[in-house]
């Protein structure tokens, strides 16, 4: 198996008992550790080494067969023949992200800083719900949201907490608004305690046709369901187009529905494109409605050397979610949920005898429990700590910097090929395009760049993404590693357009082009 060769290490074995005795951190000698740690730090060496592409192309049921044999109630015992295990079933065909050819999602390679940030955090296995499970990872954390809500414009009554992602980010932010409208109703209702009010099935939450799933995943979860959610239609640069919106907030109103949210993206995950923030928030002040900004993706904007009034406007919003786990070169999970008025965040909070008394909160206790959605929480913050305390936030926003102008070398160098059509110039780091030639139909043009992207997968030459616009098949190039050279990339375009000519000559054999 690739002449893997990890250095000998075995578990703690009971002669007398004759029962292995599987080590705990803290409780076994900081020797088995050390030991264990540079054996995991090898393997993953070792498969580096041998890393020459983003996938290894593997089909899901050719690995599903090898995992079919595995038995999890019966050990291997030797922690060497489980890495070897483990080399095999996942670290070969680990999606790896640092690779240049790897150009699909909004997946980046991580600052080495912030790995050394779960070497401590996983160890300890520090859980940061309460203070007497946490104490000074606590205000670490608190510390790091205080930077941001800093970096967003906000003043000192912003607070905010970390989340699993820009999902979460989203469900708290409508569930906030929701509570909002709420409070607002003749009676004060208030849902969280008493459920959905009568006038529930009368909210409206409204966002551009090309924002993030999510809002409508959370409009279900809040019981106000998909239709809930109201489209508005975007300019030529797929962005919110104000006017639209302004109409469709006074047709809510005259048609006696509540606009309880407006979602201004900053960032689409498809062109990255940024709403007008600032002209949007004039329209929810006029309209007495919550204000929520998605900068999930172009969040790193805030650190930005160059490109950071891109965001103007957004210390007008309520509340903002950002992911550090994209454009800060974090790894997952590494998200955070801001408010502006961090008053807001009560409407999350339940007291609980046994783990966050309300004496406690009286008593000044940070119980971070207190504004979060979940319970048990991990240290995630610390990751975005030691970045900023040893590279610092300059260092984070040149690399973003760096991205946003490879992007538009890339979209240039994308532009001197006959055969490829850019659906736009790129906003942020994502170019969408499609492979286009007259002699295919729309039908086969569709089917030709299903199968570039799969060819490429397949043959583990590179990964790109896909999707549709005015239903139409494209493919994106995500563009989230500073070290990516455009060589590179302009050599995946090549192929693009080999995989695609080949596609027009064998439908020219079999006749079945129009042209």
């Excluded at 989203?170 to 004060?188: F, T, V, W």
């Excluded at 006696?256 to 940024?274: C, E, N």
């Amino acid at each position: 198996m690739d002449n893997f060769k990890p250095p000998q290490y075995q578990w703690i074995n009971d002669s007398k008992t004759k029962q292995t005795n599987a080590p705990l951190f803290g409780v076994s000698p900081m020797q088995d550790y050390s030991q264990l740690m540079q054996l995991g730090i090898n393997t993953l060496s070792e498969r580096i080494k041998k890393v020459n592409s983003p996938t290894s192309g593997v089909h899901p049921t050719q690995l599903q067969k090898e995992f079919a044999a595995i038995d999890l109630n019966t050990p291997l015992n030797d922690i060497n023949q489980v890495l070897k295990e483990l080399d095999q079933l996942y670290l070969k065909h680990a999606i790896y992200f640092h690779h240049p050819d790897y150009l699909a999602h909004l997946n980046c390679p991580v600052m080495l800083t912030s790995l050394l940030a779960e070497l401590f955090s996983t160890s300890i296995n520090t859980a940061v719900e309460t203070w007497d499970q946490s104490a000074g990872a606590t205000l670490i954390e608190q510390k790091v949201i205080d930077w941001t809500c800093q970096r967003i414009g906000y003043d000192v009554g912003a607070d905010g907490v970390f989340t699993t992602g820009g999902t979460q980010s989203n469900l708290m932010a409508l569930l906030l608004a929701r509570e909002l409208a709420g409070k607002l109703e003749p009676q004060s209702h208030t849902n969280i305690t008493s459920g959905l009010s009568s006038n529930a099935h009368r909210y409206r939450i409204l966002c551009s046709e090309y924002s993030h799933f999510s809002i409508q995943k959370a409009a279900a979860l809040l019981g106000l369901g998909h239709d809930a959610v109201i489209s508005v239609a975007s300019d030529v640069n797929r962005c919110i187009d104000t006017h639209s919106l302004e109409n469709t907030l006074s047709e809510l109103q005259r048609a006696d529905l509540l606009p309880i949210a407006v979602i201004a993206t900053a960032g689409t995950t498809d062109f990255g494109a940024i709403d007008p923030i600032a002209s949007i928030a004039h329209l929810c002040k006029k309209h007495n409605c919550y204000l929520h900004v998605d900068a999930a993706y172009g969040g790193a904007l805030l650190v930005s050397q160059h490109h950071n009034e891109r965001l103007s406007g957004i210390e007008l919003a309520d509340s903002v979610s950002i992911d550090f786990h994209k454009t800060f070169f974090q790894p997952v999970c590494c998200s955070a949920l801001l408010v502006k008025d961090k008053r807001l965040l009560n409407f999350l909070t339940y007291h609980a005898d046994y783990l966050n008394p309300k004496a406690q909160a009286q008593a000044g206790v940070p119980d971070l429990i207190n504004k979060s959605l979940q319970t048990t929480r991990r240290f995630d913050a610390l990751k975005l700590w030691l970045s900023l305390r040893t590279e610092g936030p300059d260092a984070i926003g040149a690399m973003f910097d760096t991205l946003l102008e490879k992007t538009q070398q890339v979209y240039q160098r994308l532009n001197s090929y006959n055969v490829l059509q850019a659906a736009q110039a790129p906003s942020l780091t994502t170019l969408v395009f499609r492979f286009n030639d007259s002699a295919l139909s729309q039908t086969q043009l569709d089917e030709c760049n299903r199968t570039i992207r799969a060819t490429l997968a397949h043959s583990s030459r590179a990964m790109i993404a896909a999707t549709k616009v005015n239903n139409i098949q494209h493919l994106k190039f995500t563009l989230l590693n500073p070290h990516a050279s455009i060589d590179s990339i302009d050599d995946v375009l090549n192929e693009i357009c080999k995989i695609g000519e080949q596609y027009v000559v064998d439908c020219k054999s079999k006749q079945l082009c129009t042209a």
